[in-house]
């Protein structure tokens, strides 16, 4: 891919503060680019940091280190003007669809507030925005005067995404969209997601922990495991020869409805360390049937094992 | 097969403000000993609650279980139990396992405290019998340096610790029946890859039957013996692990199987998806519950309520596609294992 | 086997045209089952669901209209001594009785309600007005702001409260209505201030005050929009709570000789009174007291009932 990605992420990190003076890793070190139309998506499970590190690329919290280039301008230090500009053209949709809207507002009210911030319009005119907007994700207009209780997880979801949609945005972080939602209303959100995708030309990234859905949806991937990417690929390589054996437990681990041949299902041992504590060396030694000393030792790099497939870990090329 | 379990046109309501919401609609099964059973559906369809009914633990959240009900267990009428005969047999006989391990334990007792206490309400032993048997019991749900672990407090462990806690206290007196309800939800991946595993062991060794409670369609897969898929209340489709994978009848359990994305499906493609929410169950049934969302819907869906229809002994579908009259179709791609690569 | 299993589908008389594939209704398939209802009707209809609550709520209604009228219309004057009637029982002429200068109690007792409801209701008003604003700002501001305002309001609560009461009377050396307020509410606003600073600290971490931020919603908008709605009706529970304690103070002052001075009066004060003669006049104790009782009990069962109407967590 030789075109001009829309954020570079380098080296970020992102600290928190914990009980006694130690420091929670949430987002250590991490490295990627997303490009402009693609959806990149970050994978892995509860405390990797994908979330933090969605929410830090967007500003919710100010980063520890390193850099977030949006088209190449780094976004610490962007003028107000710009800064009013990138809150516009990057949205956020959310995991939880009861959280995510204010109970007292009417979803018209929600669907507008964003909206009314940057664009100028009429009454009639945002009105008919609303109206508009709703039905591009499949509901109907007397949904505007109604209140986020009365709708259904799935419905709520929706008005989450018209609400990023008013802003005309062209990047979108998805958290977790489709966690809290039942299987059936997976399936609509995700739908819908592809179709807006490809008709308004979005670019997404995808953070999930949805495996059979990230491969759905994904054209690359990135795997975390305890604030560090571990793995980085785009989707058909990643699935059909996974590098990392964190990867490789992660997948094997998928419950699976289209019970084909079983691979033998590789059993991680123990539990995910603290992110306050990570093992030494290669954080994912402590788990990894392979490890060896060197891994306890030396933390790897990520490194370019096959074309455009990356992985950290001392051992991918031999296993 | 002997039957452990026995439940019998089951009906539970709840009244609420806006009228009664009539949560199960007539549901009937039998669960065979050292059997696992699988009910499965979406939020809202009954599943949950008729494993609760079951447990006699609705009174609390104001749910009533209806006239003409019938639940036996090992030959006893469950419904017909005092208050004190039912806790002889809750916690000792039958014991269930919640999503939320964090609010099913005492935060402030310790694990191995809430262990033994399930132990004294039951048996009359030593303290230090007991607290044998808790060591014991964390070893199986294998849980390291058990001893140790016993002085911790539910807040101290992780969420797949405390729910293999969990297990432990369920399996504290060998019941004949568990009741997992969805026990691996709040859990990730791997965590839950492990937890099934055990669930898996500890049912051969105990020679226990279990009830799976999940919408999780991937982990009934390689855990049921039989499958229920519940749908506004009903069963809709029913039949051994093979039958509902392999063949499945009913429209909503295609929806089910096939919103999941396959392996063979291409990128990006549209999932096959269904419209809609589930009907509001304050409504009365007049007709096919699933109907207003079904691709394949009829006239006939709209005017009357199919019978279970039974192809084998033990598969059955509610759906009026299975009549005689009704044009023969063909399951979407994907669905009865065309996946396979 | 099971009973419900029928082996084969009842025969009714069925049409073939009963069995054309139509697809999926996707019109009736998102249609609303229960009519639109905003959250204030909600809360409103569970309110009256609540009987003792709307008991409650026209006691308190037939309280203060008895207040505000009966000193206006009735033929006895709050103040008119009648010494040939002193001390008389309760009568057709006197319907509470008389006190030891012979006015009329019936009139006297809704007036002194007058001052004992101004005080309970003005008092938690100004409590609430101050309470928000500080913990508004608190919550807003954050940081080493809220740590040190925080720590102020725990100060100030750590004092007992009657001492403070009392002392202001003293050192402010009058026993009007205003000096009462103001001696009841300097220190009376710190749990509210420290209920609104929790309460908007957990909307501001809420998801749809995060949307609001990344979409370039102003400070200012965000605090007016979602913010304030979202924790009025907390705020509201709270203030109706805050009210039988404040009649009761008033109440308390009044019987130590802190409160309201003649002929002037309150129900506490009429209650002090009365206390001398209680042995051989308890009627005179005795409908005060009762009105006290009744407002404390309907303040505190109409504020569980709002608790109970505008929990969002008890929707359904």
């Not at chain 3, 965000?222 to 805050?242: D, E, G, K, L, Q």
Request: proline content about 6%; glycine content about 6%.
């Amino acid at each position: 891919m030789s075109k001009q990605p829309l954020f570079e992420i380098k080296n970020l990190k992102r600290y928190f503060p914990a009980k006694g003076g130690k420091t929670v890793k949430a987002v250590d070190d991490v490295t990627f680019d997303i490009f402009p139309g693609e959806t990149f998506s970050l994978v892995g499970e509860s405390g990797c940091g994908k979330t933090t590190c969605g929410r830090t690329i967007l500003g919710v919290y100010p980063k520890t280190s390193g850099s977030i280039l949006y088209e190449g301008e780094e976004t610490a230090k962007m003028s107000k003007a710009q800064l009013r500009q990138f809150r516009r053209r990057n949205q956020m949709i959310f995991q939880d669809p009861y959280s995510c809207l204010d109970p007292r507002m009417t979803i018209g009210t929600i669907i507008q507030e964003g909206m009314n911030v940057h664009f100028k319009r009429t009454p009639a005119q945002r009105n008919e925005k609303v109206t508009e907007l709703l039905f591009k994700v499949g509901l109907t207009a007397d949904f505007a005067s109604r209140f986020p209780h009365e709708l259904s997880g799935g419905q709520r979801q929706r008005i989450g995404i018209a609400r990023a949609l008013a802003m005309e945005p062209d990047f979108i972080v998805c958290d977790e969209p489709i966690a809290a939602l039942d299987v059936s209303i997976q399936a609509q959100v995700i739908n819908l997601m592809i179709d807006l995708q490809q008709e308004m030309g979005l670019t997404y990234l995808f953070i999930s922990h949805d495996l059979s859905m990230v491969r759905h949806i994904s054209d690359r991937i990135g795997v975390m495991y305890l604030g560090s990417l571990v793995e980085l690929s785009p989707t058909a390589p990643l699935y059909e020869k996974p590098l990392h054996p964190y990867t490789q437990a992660l997948f094997s681990a998928i419950p699976d409805v289209h019970r084909g041949k079983k691979e033998q299902r590789i059993h991680l041992q123990g539990e995910i360390p603290s992110p306050i504590n990570p093992p030494s060396g290669c954080k994912f030694s402590s788990r990894c049937p392979y490890a060896q000393d060197r891994c306890h030792e030396e933390a790897p790099a990520l490194r370019e094992l096959e074309k455009d497939h990356f992985v950290t870990c001392h051992l991918a090329a031999q296993l | 097969m002997d039957s452990l379990l026995t439940v019998k046109n089951l009906n539970v309501s709840f009244n609420t403000y806006a009228g009664e919401v009539k949560a199960v609609r007539g549901v009937s099964f039998d669960l065979g000993v050292k059997e696992a059973l699988a009910m499965v559906g979406e939020s809202g369809c009954g599943k949950t609650v008729t494993s609760k009914a079951v447990m006699r633990l609705l009174s609390r959240s104001g749910g009533i279980i209806k006239e003409g009900s019938r639940i036996e267990f090992m030959g006893q009428d469950i419904l017909g139990l005092s208050t004190r005969e039912l806790n002889r047999i809750r916690g000792s006989k039958m014991s269930m396992i919640f999503q939320d391990s964090m609010t099913s334990l005492n935060p402030t007792m310790t694990i191995g405290n809430q262990i033994m206490e399930n132990i004294f309400t039951h048996e009359k032993t030593t303290r230090q019998k007991a607290r044998e048997r808790a060591i014991e019991l964390l070893k199986l749900v294998e849980i390291p340096n058990p001893e140790t672990r016993l002085k911790n407090y539910p807040h101290q462990l992780s969420g797949g610790m405390r729910q293999r806690v969990m297990i432990a206290i369920a399996l504290a007196l060998n019941p004949s029946l568990l009741i997992a309800d969805e026990p691996t939800t709040a859990l990730d991946v791997t965590i839950q890859a492990q937890l099934m595993d055990l669930l898996r062991s500890l049912k051969e060794r105990f020679s226990m039957s279990v009830i799976l409670v999940t919408h999780d369609l991937g982990v009934v897969a390689d855990f049921a013996d039989k499958v229920q898929v519940m749908y506004a209340g009903t069963i809709v489709e029913r039949g051994t692990v093979d039958e509902i994978f392999d063949s499945p009848r009913h429209p909503y359990t295609w929806a089910l199987l096939s919103s999941i994305p396959g392996r063979a499906q291409e990128s990006k493609s549209k999932l096959y998806s269904l419209q809609g929410t589930p009907p509001d169950l304050l409504l009365p049934l007049q007709q096919c519950p699933f109907a207003p969302r079904c691709q394949y819907c009829m006239p006939i869906c709209k005017k009357a309520i199919p019978k279970e229809n039974f192809l084998t002994d033990t598969h059955g579908v509610a759906c009026w596609l299975q009549h005689p009259m009704a044009p023969k179709v063909t399951p979407p791609a994907g669905i009865g294992g065309y996946d396979h690569e | 086997m099971n009973e419900n299993a029928v082996n084969s589908i009842q025969e009714q008389a069925l049409d073939p045209k009963d069995f054309q594939i139509q697809g999926a209704d996707t019109a009736s398939a998102e249609l609303f089952a229960r009519k639109p209802v905003t959250y204030w009707r909600d809360a409103w209809r569970r309110f009256f669901e609540n009987k003792l609550a709307v008991v409650a709520l026209c006691l308190l209604i037939v309280i203060t209209l008895c207040t505000i009228f009966v000193p206006i219309f009735s033929s006895h004057s709050i103040s008119a001594h009648d010494l040939l009637n002193r001390k008389q029982w309760p009568s057709a002429q006197h319907w509470f009785g008389t006190d030891d200068l012979g006015r009329d109690l019936f009139v006297r007792v809704w007036a002194g309600g007058r001052v004992s409801i101004i005080i309970g209701v003005l008092g938690a008003a100004i409590v609430a007005v101050v309470g928000c604003i500080y913990g508004g700002i608190a919550a807003y501001f954050g940081g080493k702001v809220d740590m040190l305002m925080m720590r102020i309001v725990e100060i100030l609560s750590s004092v007992p409260n009657l001492l403070v009461v009392i002392m202001m009377s003293v050192v402010l050396e009058s026993s009007s209505i205003p000096t009462l307020l103001f001696a009841m509410t300097v220190t009376g606003w710190c749990p509210i201030a420290r209920l609104v600073r929790s309460q908007m600290l957990q909307i501001s971490r809420s998801e749809y005050v995060m949307a609001a931020r990344l979409m370039g919603v102003s400070p200012l908008k965000i605090v007016v929009r979602h913010m304030i709605p979202n924790t009025f009706s907390v705020i509201i529970v709270a203030v109706t709570f805050r009210i039988p304690g404040l009649i009761f103070g008033e109440a308390f002052l009044s019987n130590v000789g802190l409160g309201v001075q003649p002929p002037n009066t309150s129900w506490g004060a009429l209650s002090s009174a009365a206390q001398s003669s209680l042995l051989y006049y308890p009627y005179m104790m005795f409908f005060p007291a009762l009105l006290i009782a009744l407002t404390m009990l309907s303040f505190t069962l109409m504020g569980d009932g709002l608790r109970d109407a505008l929990d969002p967590k008890l929707r359904r």
